[in-house]
């Protein structure tokens, strides 16, 4: 019961969300008519161009297609960033002369904008998958980071003392205290982290690749493909939504039943 309540109430805002942006769309298309229906395509146009139009097979097939390489590149940066982002807090945390050695220089990375970076990138790892999945991967690897950072640190000091009187070590008291009071750092980490491991992918794949949904998005407007455009940012969107809401359900089962309110029903 506790799950189903959590679920439920990490799923109601999204789905309000959801509604709000529908009624923003259309509202944005009211309120600047100089966008014209050529251009400006309504929810009902896209439903038309993917569900009920006479090419809507097509035009499925073609979307789904760049999606499935986007979410490909997305799903190896994601992994990759949040898996470093882990193990660099851990060693941050664990061993204080790495993170005043190494924390500023990554501070002072992150300050530039990755469009800047983004040649540099292609240069160096090329066009290909290893391109894209570390543009990726940059873009999940320093808000992870500091968020798991911040979890790692909530440990309870005192249960670190005990875990160091009785013999363990800074690693076992790590693994032991500080990384399972981490846990909702981590979740919210990985939330935040799944939009921003798309939106890695569409770049890189838009300034890198010229695969996927990001080239596809970019070929469109100067080929005058608006419904296109619109239905794959449509689509991109509801995929995101879709992802942070099954990270947020497994975030919500999890404290369920490892939280505080663990057993109650």
């Known amino acids: 019961m506790i799950a189903l309540r959590r679920v439920g109430k990490f799923l109601l805002p999204l789905l309000i969300s959801l509604i709000l942006m529908l009624a923003i769309w259309y509202a944005f298309l009211k309120a600047f008519p ?7 395509k309504t929810p009902a146009d896209v ?9 809507a097979g097509t035009a499925r097939h073609a979307i789904f297609a760049d999606l499935a390489i986007t979410l490909r590149d997305a799903a190896v940066g994601f992994g990759v960033g949040l898996t470093g982002a882990l193990v660099v807090a851990a060693l941050f945390v664990t061993v204080p002369a790495v993170e005043q050695s190494f924390l500023p220089v990554a501070l002072l990375l992150r300050s ?29 690897f320093f808000p992870a980071l500091v968020m798991i950072m911040t979890g790692l640190r909530s440990a309870s000091r005192q249960a670190m003392e005990l875990v160091a009187a009785y013999g ?7 693994r032991l205290v500080a990384v399972p009071a981490a846990l909702p750092a981590v979740f919210a ?11 890695g992918a569409l770049l890189g794949e838009w300034l890198g690749s010229g695969t996927g949904l990001g080239a596809a998005l970019i070929r469109a407007i100067p080929t005058f493909q608006y419904s296109k455009l619109w239905a794959s940012i449509v689509v991109v969107t509801l995929v995101s ?3 942070y809401a099954i990270v947020g359900v497994i975030e919500n089962v999890v404290s369920a039943r490892f939280g505080p309110e663990a057993g109650k029903s």
């Open 34 to 40: 100089q966008v014209g229906p050529r251009v400006g």
């Open 47 to 55: 439903w038309s161009y993917l569900v009920t139009g006479p090419s």
């Open 112 to 140: 530039v904008p990755l469009v800047a970076l983004t040649p540099i990138i292609v240069l160096v790892f090329g066009r290909g998958v290893v391109g894209v999945t570390v543009l990726a991967a940059i873009v999940v």
């Open 168 to 174: 363990g070590s800074r690693w076992t008291a790590l």
């Open 189 to 199: 980490a990985a939330r935040i982290s799944v939009p921003g491991a798309l939106i």
């Open 241 to 243: 939504v879709l992802l």
